[in-house]
């Protein structure tokens, strides 16, 4: 049985698609659908019902998920193993984060990592949740470090992660110094439904309690004219252009520290999100893993002592 076949398989199996698969793996859909397609005629027997939008396993896929995962898992670690004997290496992490967690906790936990156990190589993805995700079911990274913008019931219902909160941050109204509000106290809806905003993407629960707030005061939410990606875009809007922002304080922090933003005091408008690790869910974590958990650990133990 051919090991890329089945890696293909895998894939396609956790994101029931073969599009999303190929967009994770970084394959072409058409060699994906190839690769499958032998593995179903080596086997004797389909492994996919295959839809418009979705492919569904079948009850021999199910069962060969199974073993599949298994013997991935034993072969991945076989493999990481025989280059720390080969090389004296001592394996690989390879980290998905996001904008709020890449510079104020995942770089300190890096560097300490790098420190200690300089020969462990490191490789960091950035994006948000959503696009995440996938490639760590897939196996395309090993640890995902973001702030957690699902909603209870999707943290909670999904059993192929395991999560591990590491600490909370709070979304905030930040603004410039310079902007009309920063001087501005017990700031009412009203007023910052006549500013300008800029919003970040699929702010999840937060952005839907941000809008439930003008809702419960008879106002109708500001609209979402401008929505960014780009946090040196949103940092030029709210520094140059007198745009409000509704950011965690960990992504604003330098900003504030530097004197060149304010977070407003608009009672209710403040809002706790967990800052999350999350992990495959069964299966123990290689030793690269645990040593960068643990520097996280000791990294939020640190920032938190210094608060």
């Known amino acids: 049985m051919d090991l890329r076949q089945l890696r293909y398989f895998l894939a396609v199996a956790e994101l029931g698609s073969f599009t999303r698969a190929a967009a994770v793996t970084g394959r072409t859909q058409q060699a994906l659908s190839k690769g499958i397609h032998a593995l179903e005629h080596q086997l004797g027997a389909r492994l996919f019902e295959r839809g418009a939008r979705e492919a569904r396993l079948t009850q021999i896929g199910r069962l060969l998920v199974e073993h599949a995962r298994t013997a991935d898992d034993a072969l991945r670690s076989f493999e990481a193993r025989l280059v720390e004997l080969q090389t004296g290496d001592e394996g690989e992490v390879r980290i998905g984060t996001g904008p709020t967690t890449a510079g104020s906790l995942v770089a300190p936990a890096v560097l300490t990592l790098r420190r200690f156990w300089p020969k462990i190589r490191v490789k960091v993805t950035t994006g948000i949740l959503p696009e995440l995700m996938p ?15 699902m909603t209870d019931a999707e943290s909670e219902s999904d059993a192929r992660f395991h999560a591990e909160t590491l600490m909370h941050d709070e979304y905030r109204i930040v603004a410039s110094v310079r902007h009309p509000l920063a001087d501005q106290r017990n700031i009412t809806p009203q007023q910052l439904l006549q500013a300008s905003w800029i919003f970040g993407r699929r702010l ?10 003008f809702l419960e005061a008879g106002l109708e939410p500001p609209q979402q004219q401008i929505e960014t990606t780009s946090l040196e875009f949103l940092r030029a809007l709210v520094h140059d252009g ?11 922090q330098a900003d504030l520290a530097a004197g060149k933003w304010i977070t407003l005091d608009a009672p209710g408008f403040s809002w706790e999100r967990p800052v999350v690790a999350y992990s495959r869910a069964g299966e123990p974590h290689a030793v690269p893993v645990h040593r960068l958990l643990q520097a996280l650990r000791n990294s939020v133990a640190q920032a938190e002592e210094a608060g």
């Open 242 to 252: 007198g745009y409000l922002c509704l950011l965690p304080l960990r992504l604003a």
């Open 204 to 213: 999840g629960p937060v952005q839907d309690a941000f809008r439930a707030r």
């Open 135 to 149: 490639a760590l079911l897939t196996r395309e990274l090993d640890v995902v470090v973001t702030l957690n913008t």
